[in-house]
């Protein structure tokens, strides 16, 4: 079988959320959100400074309508950002995100002050005000928002810069959106979109590898200067954000990256300086492919590329429901409940992954906060790195689904922990795939994609971190235009990857999406954090025995209500502000190479 014959490739029915973009539905929430938004400025004008108990009541009644309101607004977003993933050119969906920003931006204008009085009230008075059970559950939050209380602009000036974010800030990150689901690629003569064409780069042919990642460069380098503007716009907002915050003490932007995540800023420095000492396991990882592949070394267009078929084998493709079968069982064998959860994405459509004219790249996973029900999206290929993307953001899934029943408020949880559940997923299913393979080629795919995991965490991800930190700290200085952009590119990638490749990815700033969401910045280095705190996990399996998937669900349901550091030592009694943490979990990883090498040299 090949795609075009899988029938089973399953698109998202998002049916019970609403009918469609002319459902009367839609604009009866949005007219619910636009009331919960007038009841929250009409109780906030009745507050006043210092925060006193007397306006508990108050502010309780706010804290409750905001939590509720967010539901509908978090709903209606989703909604449109799903669509737009399976066609960019959706007008409807288009006008109804662009909508919502401007709601909800209206929304946090409104909230702003009785915000501002939380954050900037004396701590017996926080304390006493969160000992109210209806907003209990939001005590972590604005504890952890508190910590940054000096970086606070005075009430007017938060609601002016909400006011213009949504189409200052956003409209350059929608912008991209719409540049990158617009772009064609001609490869062998055949046009294709951004996503097809970057599932082309993963072929087991090397030419078709090399044409298709050529083909992107192309496109990019066609469309450098608008990206390089997008880019610049986005920095430079947030370069001028941080600089008005300064007023009391300078605001870092990675002090930034950090509060977001969760994480202390001496946890990410061991973390990217351990892993740069340590960074030999991924160009060992990267020769090993290279082997496999029959070259001296790969290039920037074969880091993606599938195990080669041994003489007398096959290359696999996996249809997918098969995939999901495979998924199940290796859930199963863990957390029985959790490979029922799998089959049930399956079953309700809650996955979309077949192929689309104008789909966005990439992959991830949503949630509708209405139902409480998640979403996966990708673009499915058969390929067995497909099958653990597949597994990746089932994983994603299963965090929200474990999650359910507990406040909304205490599930907004970080990147960093988000990609703990996910990697955790896929470390699960790889080792399935390679307990149970029958085959010196089974072995080899799943050895693979652990050498392709160890190459992409340990050496292309930190030089993404690499590069962002080149590009924000030059453009505080001035605007960089996209000849810079690319050599920057090509420095952040000799540091990391030195010799390991035949050359570098100049226009990488440019494809890679994660560098022009706007509403976050660093979306790189949580990836290498779960990808070894997955690991650490994991690797209490043994330790645990039973015990551990009961241990593994609370550590999931705690990943909003604390942070890294705090739930490492309450769940796994270490420090992971010591590089210690960070050496064990490398020390699985050097170990998973080794088998790869083992496997090659057989």
Same mark, same amino acid.
């Given at each position: 079988?090949?795609?075009?014959?899988?029938?089973?490739?399953?698109?998202?029915?998002?049916?019970?959320?609403?009918?469609?973009?002319?459902?009367?539905?839609?604009?009866?929430?949005?007219?619910?959100?636009?009331?919960?938004?007038?009841?929250?400025?009409?109780?906030?004008?009745?507050? @006043?400074?210092?925060?006193?108990?007397?306006?508990?009541?108050?502010?309780?009644?706010?804290?409750?309508?905001?939590?509720?309101?967010?539901?509908?607004?978090?709903?209606?977003?989703?909604?449109?950002?799903?669509?737009?993933?399976?066609?960019?050119?959706? *007008?409807?969906?288009?006008?109804?995100?662009?909508?919502?920003?401007?709601?909800?931006?209206?929304?946090?204008?409104?909230?702003?002050?009785?915000?501002?009085?939380?954050?900037?009230?004396?701590?017996?008075?926080?304390?006493?005000?969160?000992?109210?059970?209806?907003?209990?559950?939001?005590?972590?939050?604005?504890?952890?928002?508190?910590?940054?209380?000096?970086?606070?602009?005075?009430?007017?000036?938060?609601?002016?810069?909400?006011?213009?974010?949504?189409?200052?800030?956003?409209?350059?990150?929608?912008?991209?959106?719409?540049?990158?689901?617009?772009?064609?690629?001609?490869?062998?003569?055949?046009?294709?979109?951004?996503?097809?064409?970057?599932?082309?780069?993963?072929?087991?042919? &090397?030419?078709?590898? =090399?044409?298709?990642?050529?083909? *992107?460069?192309?496109?990019?380098?066609?469309?450098?200067?608008?990206? &390089?503007?997008?880019? +610049?716009?986005?920095?430079?907002?947030?370069?001028?954000? +941080?600089?008005?915050?300064?007023?009391?003490?300078?605001?870092?932007?990675?002090?930034?990256?950090?509060?977001?995540?969760?994480?202390?800023?001496?946890?990410?420095? +061991?973390?990217?300086?351990?892993?740069?000492?340590?960074?030999?396991?991924?160009?060992?990882?990267?020769?090993?492919?290279?082997?496999?592949?029959?070259?001296? @070394?790969?290039?920037?267009?074969?880091?993606? &590329?599938?195990?080669?078929?041994?003489?007398?084998?096959?290359?696999?493709?996996?249809?997918?429901?098969?995939?999901?079968?495979?998924?199940?069982?290796?859930?199963?064998?863990?957390?029985?409940?959790?490979?029922?959860?799998?089959?049930?994405?399956?079953? +309700?459509?809650?996955?979309?992954?077949?192929?689309?004219?104008?789909?966005?790249?990439?992959?991830?996973?949503?949630?509708?906060?209405?139902?409480?029900?998640?979403?996966?999206?990708?673009?499915?290929?058969?390929?067995?790195?497909?099958?653990?993307?597949?597994?990746?953001?089932?994983?994603?899934?299963?965090?929200?689904?474990?999650?359910?029943?507990?406040?909304?408020?205490?599930?907004?949880?970080?990147?960093?922990?988000?990609?703990?559940?996910?990697?955790?997923?896929?470390?699960?299913?790889?080792?399935? =795939?390679?307990?149970?393979?029958?085959?010196?080629?089974?072995?080899?795919?799943?050895?693979?994609?652990?050498?392709?995991?160890?190459?992409?965490?340990?050496?292309?991800?930190?030089?993404?971190?690499?590069?962002?930190?080149?590009?924000?700290?030059?453009?505080?200085?001035?605007?960089?235009?996209?000849?810079? =952009?690319?050599?920057?590119?090509?420095?952040?990638?000799?540091?990391?990857?030195?010799?390991?490749?035949?050359?570098?990815?100049?226009?990488?700033?440019?494809? @890679?999406?994660?560098?022009?969401?706007?509403?976050?910045?660093?979306?790189?280095?949580?990836?290498?954090?779960?990808? =070894?705190?997955?690991?650490? *996990?994991?690797?209490?399996?043994?330790?645990?025995?039973?015990?551990?998937?009961?241990?593994?669900?609370?550590?999931?349901?705690?990943?909003?209500?604390?942070?890294?550091?705090?739930?490492?030592?309450?769940?796994?009694?270490?420090?992971?502000?010591?590089?210690?943490?960070?050496?064990?979990?490398?020390?699985?990883?050097?170990?998973?190479?080794?088998?790869?090498?083992?496997?090659?040299?057989?």
């Amino acid at each position: 079988m090949n795609i075009k014959n899988d029938k089973t490739i399953p698109s998202w029915d998002n049916s019970a959320i609403y009918s469609g973009f002319d459902d009367p539905a839609i604009e009866a929430d949005i007219a619910r959100i636009q009331a919960g938004t007038e009841i929250i400025a009409e109780l906030a004008a009745q507050l @006043k400074e210092p925060l006193l108990s007397e306006q508990f009541e108050i502010l309780e009644e706010i804290l409750v309508t905001h939590d509720k309101t967010r539901v509908l607004l978090a709903t209606l977003f989703t909604y449109a950002s799903c669509a737009t993933s399976v066609d960019v050119t959706n *007008i409807a969906a288009k006008k109804l995100s662009v909508r919502m920003g401007s709601i909800g931006s209206e929304l946090t204008q409104a909230f702003t002050l009785a915000r501002q009085l939380i954050l900037k009230t004396d701590d017996v008075t926080f304390e006493a005000l969160f000992q109210r059970s209806a907003v209990q559950p939001q005590h972590f939050h604005f504890s952890h928002e508190r910590k940054h209380s000096q970086y606070y602009l005075t009430t007017q000036e938060e609601v002016v810069l909400s006011a213009v974010q949504t189409d200052g800030l956003h409209g350059w990150g929608r912008l991209y959106s719409e540049l990158a689901g617009s772009l064609r690629c001609e490869i062998a003569g055949e046009e294709m979109g951004l996503a097809a064409a970057s599932n082309l780069v993963r072929s087991a042919d &090397a030419q078709t590898r =090399l044409e298709a990642w050529q083909a *992107i460069q192309r496109a990019w380098k066609g469309n450098e200067i608008p990206a &390089a503007a997008i880019l +610049n716009a986005i920095n430079g907002w947030r370069h001028q954000e +941080n600089k008005l915050r300064s007023s009391k003490e300078e605001l870092h932007y990675l002090e930034v990256s950090s509060h977001q995540q969760h994480i202390e800023r001496t946890t990410l420095s +061991n973390l990217m300086d351990t892993v740069y000492q340590q960074r030999g396991i991924g160009h060992r990882a990267l020769a090993g492919m290279a082997q496999g592949l029959g070259v001296p @070394k790969v290039g920037p267009q074969d880091i993606l &590329a599938p195990c080669p078929v041994a003489r007398g084998s096959e290359s696999s493709y996996y249809p997918f429901d098969q995939a999901i079968d495979l998924i199940a069982k290796a859930f199963s064998g863990f957390d029985p409940e959790m490979g029922e959860f799998a089959h049930m994405m399956y079953r +309700n459509n809650w996955i979309d992954a077949l192929s689309t004219e104008n789909r966005s790249t990439g992959a991830y996973c949503t949630k509708f906060a209405n139902l409480r029900q998640p979403r996966v999206f990708m673009t499915w290929d058969g390929s067995v790195g497909n099958v653990i993307t597949l597994a990746h953001e089932l994983g994603h899934a299963w965090h929200n689904w474990v999650m359910r029943d507990m406040p909304l408020a205490q599930t907004y949880y970080p990147m960093t922990l988000a990609e703990t559940a996910s990697i955790f997923a896929e470390t699960l299913v790889r080792d399935a =795939l390679f307990n149970e393979a029958k085959s010196d080629q089974d072995k080899m795919e799943v050895a693979w994609q652990d050498a392709e995991g160890a190459a992409a965490f340990l050496i292309n991800i930190p030089a993404r971190f690499e590069f962002e930190k080149r590009m924000v700290e030059q453009r505080r200085q001035t605007y960089i235009p996209a000849e810079e =952009l690319s050599e920057m590119m090509e420095q952040s990638w000799a540091t990391w990857y030195e010799e390991s490749l035949t050359g570098y990815d100049p226009m990488f700033w440019a494809s @890679k999406l994660h560098f022009s969401i706007s509403g976050l910045s660093f979306y790189n280095y949580p990836y290498l954090f779960g990808y =070894l705190f997955s690991l650490g *996990i994991y690797a209490q399996k043994e330790k645990l025995g039973s015990d551990f998937k009961e241990a593994y669900r609370a550590i999931l349901r705690d990943t909003a209500v604390m942070s890294a550091e705090e739930l490492v030592q309450k769940h796994l009694d270490k420090d992971i502000e010591q590089p210690a943490f960070w050496k064990e979990s490398l020390a699985i990883v050097e170990g998973l190479v080794g088998r790869f090498e083992g496997l090659l040299n057989d």
